[in-house]
């Protein structure tokens, strides 16, 4: 999904606020796991396998992916993190990404017996100043 400009990112002269103008972010996505997908995979294999090659075919940059080892969501949690250079790359490359016809197949195929995925939660992140990660 992309992220509109709404109340929580947006000034209240309607302007977008300056943490979605800065250069260079990261995109957090936390997916949470169906009930299905919980009783017949783990969170290392949540996504159809194509999921991090059809990203690359797009120019998505991810960083890693992870599962959580000990914490609230241990058992139906896949985080990943995906590096943007903008929100104008984030948009076009995601939007590509999001229509293009095979990956619809391959998710359509993984989701024959039902849905993989319960809900995805999205934060996009703006390295600090005294950050490592620029």
Known sequence: MILPCNQKNSQQDGSISPFLT???RHDLR????SRHTRT???????LPEPHATDLEKHGI??????TTLIGESESNQLTYLLTWDSMAEREERWSAFLTDTEWIAIKAESEKD?????????????????????
């Open 61 to 66: 940059r991810q960083a890693g992916f992870w």
């Open 114 to 134: 039902g849905p993989l995925v319960q809900n995805i939660r999205n934060e996009l992140l703006a390295p600090t100043a005294f950050s490592s990660v620029k």
């Open 22 to 24: 800065k250069e260079h």
């Open 40 to 46: 017949t995979t783990s969170p290392a294999v949540a």
């Open 30 to 33: 936390t997916t949470h796991l």
